[in-house]
């Protein structure tokens, strides 16, 4: 089981900041093509993230454990990526993320773009996930046909800035204007079994903001939460690693219900509480999260 958590946006255009990202020990690194880049230097950050994949395929650009993860530029009618794929693809890259999703054939064309890929580098089919980002409203009211179009599809990821600029809405630290669309996109990520990725916090001098959101996001169930700056990951990956407490007891509450089912008793009491299965699967999700952070023995 892959962990993200932290899933750290770096330009596409600056290798030093890739390498940065590189040794930063984040789960995830976005190589950005898209609003991370100007205009005018795409096709310098086209080459820079090619250039990066390469070496890191080589041995000389170490990315340790992190996720190595491209972001295209969006898939439309009138326009289709093929140089930002061709550059992340001429490498091995662990996942394509595609901005501004609204509609399944914009997942299936890139699909078929990594299998062709795939099958010229003589890569594993399916090697190559697809994490996709719901950033406007058409996205959201589709959310459903998108989470389920794909087997490449490993995660939905949340825009509230995009989404707020598309619905005109004003963006709040409550997050009430998008908490309808916040939670569809969990919903849907759960419902076929995806990671649910947050929204970045644009804070950058609110560490302490930042953390309160990433809790509350996993509270959420999201399992992870998007960075733009390298002080962000630490405090997220905290927020979505279980503590040593919420493992202990967890690990107490399912031995406690495997006592009672092997005594013949389904609903029992514990801690002065009234535990039945729902307790207990909230307990089994902690402990799957600690196995992922390598908190716990996989």
Known sequence: MRVRRALLFMPGDDRRKIEKGAGLNADSIIMDLEDGVALNNKAAARSTIAAALRDAAAGSLNFGRTEKLVRINAVSRQFFPADDLDAALSAPVDGIVIPKVEHSWQITQVSERITAAERAHGWEEGTV?????????????????????????????????????????????????????????????????????????????????????????????????????PKQVDPIQAAFTPSDAQIEHALALIKAHDDAQASGIGTFAYEGKMVDMPVIRAAEAIIKRARAAGKLPR
């Open 129 to 229: 996930e697809i994490l996709a980002i719901l950033e406007t409203a058409m996205g959201i009211l589709n959310a459903r046909e998108i989470a389920e179009n794909s087997p490449r599809l490993t995660a939905l990821c949340f825009g509230a800035e995009d989404l707020a600029g598309d619905l005109g809405a004003v963006r709040s630290a409550s997050m009430i204007e998008v908490a309808y669309a916040r939670s569809a996109v969990v919903l849907h990520a759960k419902a076929f079994g995806l990671d649910a990725v947050d929204t970045p916090y644009v804070d950058l001098n609110n560490l302490d903001g930042l953390t309160a959101e990433a809790i509350q996001a996993a509270h959420m169930g999201f399992t992870g939460k998007l960075a733009i700056h």
